[in-house]
C-alpha cells in the first residue's frame, strides 16, 4: 500500500472509531437521560468500560437512596402507629393552630375528622372560651381543663406544645375520672369538717358559758349533760372514719377465720334490742347451718350498721326482720337481711344511698345519731367478702336491705342450729 493510501485508510479508521464512539456516548446518554426522566420506574442503565463505572456509581447511589427512604417511610409509618396508640389525643396545628393531622383518641376526644377537617383553626372545635384564652394568652407551659359539650359530659385537659418551626401539637387527655375524684375528695373534706364544727360550735359554746359564768354545780353538771351527746357524735364520726378508711385501704383480702353465724346474729340482735330500747319488736330468724369465711370485725359492723339502722329509721311500734337464709333453700348463695316497717326511701334516692355523707333526711339522720357514712361502711366491707348489697323499699311502708354472699364464703357450721 502506497504511503497516501495508508494514510487515507488510517483516517477513515480513525473517523470510523470517533463516529463509532460518538454513536455509543449517544446512545449511553440516551439511556442515562431516559433515566434520568423517570429514576424511580426503573434501575441505572448499565453499560461497560467508563459509562459502566458511572452508571455503577449511580446504582449504588440510588440503592444507598432507596434504602434511606425506605428506612424514613417505615420511621413515618412507625411514628404515626406509635402516635395512633397512644392513650392521648395528638393533633399535629400549624403556627396558625391550624389542623394538619391527629390520633384516633384526638378524634374521639375533640370530634376531628383528620380529612375533612385539616386547615380549619382548632378553635372551630374546642368552643369552650377558656381554650380561646389559653390559646390567646400564648402561655402554653400548663394545661386548660374544658368540658365536651356532648352526653355524658366529659372533661378533657388540653395542651399546646410548641416544637419545630413555628408548629404545635395539641395534647388532649380525659380527665373526667380524676375530676370526679377531686370533687370527691372536695366534698369529702367539706363533708367531714361540717359534720365536725357544728359539735364542735355547741361545744366550745358551753365551754364559754361555763368559763365566763359563775355557775353553780348544778348548772354545770347541766351543761355538761348537754355537751356529752355532741362529744359522743363526734367521737361516732370519727370511728366512723376511720373505720371506713381501713376498709378502704385495705389492699390484702379480709382473713378467711371462720365467723360462727349464730353468734355473731345474736350479737346484732341485742344490739339493734339496746338501741330499740323496747320500741320494736324485733326478730331473728336462722334458716341454713353455715358458718361465713371472712373477718369479724368487718361483718358485724355491716350487719350492726343494717340492723341500727332499721331500728333509727323505724318509728316506735314497728317491727324489725333479721333472717339469716342459706342450704337448700338457697344454693347458690347465704342470704342476710333485715326487713323493717319504717318510713322507707323514695326510689330516687336508692342508687346513692352507699355514697359517703348522702342522708335522704339530714335532720332526722343526726337525730337518731347517723353520721351518713352507714352504709358506706356496708357497701366497703360487703364487697371485701365478694358480697354484694341489695335495697328494696316503698315509702311509708319499710324497706329490706339484703347482704348476698357467695357460697365459696359459706362453710357448713361446726354449732348445731335449730330450726
Ligand atoms: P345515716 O348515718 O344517716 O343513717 P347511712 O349511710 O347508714 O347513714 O344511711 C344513709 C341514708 O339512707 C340515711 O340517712 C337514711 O336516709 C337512709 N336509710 C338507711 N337505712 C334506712 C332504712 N332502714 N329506712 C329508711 N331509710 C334508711
Redesign the pocket.
Known amino acids: 500500500m502506497s504511503w497516501p493510501e495508508l494514510a487515507l485508510a488510517l483516517t477513515a479508521a480513525a473517523l470510523a472509531a470517533s463516529l463509532w464512539r460518538n454513536w455509543r456516548n449517544w446512545r449511553e446518554y440516551r439511556k442515562l437521560r431516559r433515566w434520568a426522566i423517570q429514576p424511580h420506574l426503573e434501575d441505572p442503565p448499565e453499560a461497560r468500560g467508563g459509562w459502566g463505572r458511572v452508571f455503577d456509581a449511580l446504582h449504588r447511589h440510588r440503592r444507598a437512596a432507596l434504602r434511606r427512604e425506605r428506612r424514613l417511610a417505615e420511621l413515618i409509618v412507625r411514628s404515626r402507629r406509635g402516635a395512633q396508640a397512644l392513650p392521648y389525643g395528638v393533633a399535629l396545628l400549624d403556627g396558625e393552630f391550624r389542623l394538619d393531622w391527629c390520633n384516633v383518641a384526638a378524634r374521639e376526644h375533640l370530634g376531628l375528622d383528620p380529612e375533612r377537617d385539616r386547615g380549619q383553626p382548632v378553635a372551630n372545635f374546642v368552643r369552650d372560651p377558656a381554650f380561646a384564652e389559653y390559646l390567646r394568652a400564648d402561655d402554653f407551659a400548663q394545661q386548660v381543663r374544658v368540658p365536651t359539650g356532648g352526653a355524658p359530659q366529659r372533661v378533657l385537659a388540653l395542651q399546646i406544645v410548641p416544637f419545630g418551626d413555628d408548629e404545635n401539637l395539641l395534647l388532649s387527655h380525659d380527665v373526667t375520672g380524676a375530676e370526679r375524684l377531686e370533687a370527691m375528695r372536695r366534698d369529702f373534706v367539706a363533708n367531714v369538717s361540717h359534720e365536725l364544727r357544728t359539735p364542735l360550735t355547741v361545744l366550745a359554746g358551753f365551754l364559754e358559758t361555763i368559763q365566763d359564768l359563775k355557775l353553780d354545780a348544778a348548772r354545770v353538771r347541766d351543761y355538761v349533760g348537754l355537751m356529752a351527746p355532741q362529744a359522743e357524735r363526734m367521737k361516732r364520726l370519727i370511728e366512723d372514719l376511720l373505720t371506713l378508711s381501713a376498709l378502704e385501704h385495705a389492699t390484702a383480702p379480709p382473713p378467711q377465720e371462720r365467723v360462727a353465724l349464730r353468734a355473731l346474729l345474736e350479737r346484732v340482735k341485742s344490739e339493734a334490742e339496746l338501741l330499740s330500747g323496747g320500741r320494736h319488736r324485733i326478730s331473728l330468724d336462722i334458716a341454713g347451718a353455715h358458718d361465713l369465711l371472712g373477718a369479724e370485725t368487718e361483718l358485724a359492723s355491716a350487719f350492726i ?1 343494717l340492723a341500727s ?2 331500728v ?2 323505724t318509728p316506735a311500734g314497728g317491727e324489725i326482720r333479721m333472717r339469716w337464709c342459706s342450704g337448700p333453700q338457697r344454693p347458690d348463695d347465704g342470704e342476710f337481711s333485715v326487713e ?1 316497717t ?4 323514695e326510689p330516687e334516692h336508692l342508687p346513692r ?1 352507699t355514697e359517703r355523707f ?4 339530714r335532720s332526722r ?1 343526726r337525730e337518731t345519731g ?7 361502711i356496708v357497701k366497703h366491707a360487703l364487697a371485701r367478702h365478694h358480697a354484694s348489697l341489695s335495697i328494696e ?1 316503698a315509702p311509708g311502708k319499710g ?1 329490706r ?1 339484703a347482704a348476698h354472699f357467695p357460697a365459696s364464703r359459706l362453710v357448713p357450721a361446726l354449732q348445731k342450729v335449730a330450726n
Do not use: E, K, W
Not at 319504717?342 to 326511701?345: E, F, K, S, T, Y
Not at 348522702?358 to 333526711?361: A, E, K, P, Q, T
Open positions: 350498721n339502722n332499721a333509727r329509721y323493717d319504717g318510713i322507707g326511701i344511698l348522702y342522708r335522704v333526711d339522720s347517723g353520721t351518713g357514712l352507714g352504709l358506706s323499699s324497706s336491705f
